[in-house]
């Protein structure tokens, strides 16, 4: 994985160790437990399916980083050039056809963002990357309310909306796998993570080439609770699961549409020593664009 990331996204020799001295400090964060692991597809038919789409993910200079996407809201009549900030395309190690990492904690997957140079996403750019519209946090967030009502207050007056168009077919994603048979409740030594190779189902991608936000992994995201906890300003909140999960097929556990917010699910503050780490929980990271200053937003 790390040779792969090292190649394709373009990373040096001592990002790849700060990588590794991370994931080497846990016993469990990996690409699964390799004894119990029944991998979904292999990285060969992943390659071979994004072949015969004609899959090309074209870069865009103003991420700086490769294999990224630039975030912006049509909306409000913005094109990539207003981006302030980009999103990995594919769940981290960030590269297509290999495995996502799994059995990670969200203070974990922060670092591991900034051992590349990026950062943990917020929960408003993952939602907007799926649904092709990045609102502005004042619209996204009720900041100074409980969490509860934050919640119900987003989720009361969202955009309902998938990745792939604006109804469910969960057909196009990465959804019918199955857990181990020893699986009856959470352990990494009774679930095997058996995911799909990042980016295997070309058609699960949103509107601005972002890969697999439905179905694989549901992947840690920082909840602010305030404007100054928001990643995109070098702040940290809350933990925020987003997405639905490799057996949603057989298993719809939620909702799963672009921008429901989930209820405050193992919440611990991002940078917690006992945050919540599990068999089909990973990541993605997002990164500021250079030069671009984030938008002013309302005191509540």
Same mark, same amino acid.
């Given at each position: 994985m790390l040779k792969r990331m090292r190649v394709m996204l373009e990373l040096d020799d001592a990002k790849i160790a700060a990588v590794k001295a991370i994931m080497d400090k846990s016993e469990i964060m990996g690409q699964g437990n390799p004894a119990i692991v029944t991998y979904a597809m292999t990285r060969k038919e992943c390659r071979e399916r994004r072949e015969a789409a004609h899959v090309v993910d074209v870069d865009?200079?103003?991420c700086g980083a490769p294999l990224m996407a630039p975030l912006w809201n049509p909306s409000a009549g913005e094109t990539e050039k207003d981006a302030k900030a980009c999103i990995d395309r594919y769940e981290f190690p960030g590269v297509p056809c290999d495995y996502p990492v799994t059995w990670v904690s969200p203070r974990d997957a922060a670092a591991l963002c900034?051992?590349?140079?990026?950062?943990?996403?917020?929960? *408003?750019?993952?939602?907007?990357?799926?649904a092709g519209a990045v609102l502005p946090p004042e619209k996204e967030y009720a900041f100074g309310k409980p969490r509860k009502e934050m919640k119900n207050a987003h989720n009361s007056d969202r955009e309902r909306i998938w990745a792939y168009g604006a109804e469910q077919d969960l057909k196009k994603c990465g959804t019918g796998s199955k857990k181990s048979k020893t699986c009856e409740n959470s352990g990494w030594k009774k679930c095997g993570s058996n995911t799909y190779p990042d980016g295997s189902f070309p058609?699960?991608?949103?509107? +601005?080439?972002?890969?697999? #936000? *439905?179905?694989?992994?549901?992947? *840690?995201?920082? $909840?602010? $609770?305030?404007?100054?906890?928001?990643?995109?300003?070098?702040?940290?909140?809350?933990?925020? $699961?987003?997405?639905?999960? +490799?057996?949603? #097929?057989?298993?719809?556990? *939620?909702e799963d549409d672009c921008r429901w917010r989930a209820p405050d699910w193992h919440a611990t503050k991002l940078d917690s020593y006992d945050g919540h780490a599990n068999y089909h929980l990973g990541f993605r990271c997002c990164k500021n664009v250079e030069g671009a200053a984030p938008a002013p937003v309302p005191a509540p």
């Open positions: 865009d200079p103003i900034e051992a590349i140079g990026k950062r943990i996403c917020d929960a *408003h750019e993952w939602e907007g990357a799926c058609e699960c991608k949103s509107s +601005f080439g972002v890969y697999d #936000q *439905h179905g694989n992994v549901a992947e *840690h995201m920082n $909840m602010p $609770m305030k404007l100054e906890e928001l990643a995109s300003r070098g702040g940290k909140g809350e933990t925020e $699961m987003k997405g639905s999960w +490799f057996i949603f #097929q057989r298993y719809a556990a *939620h």
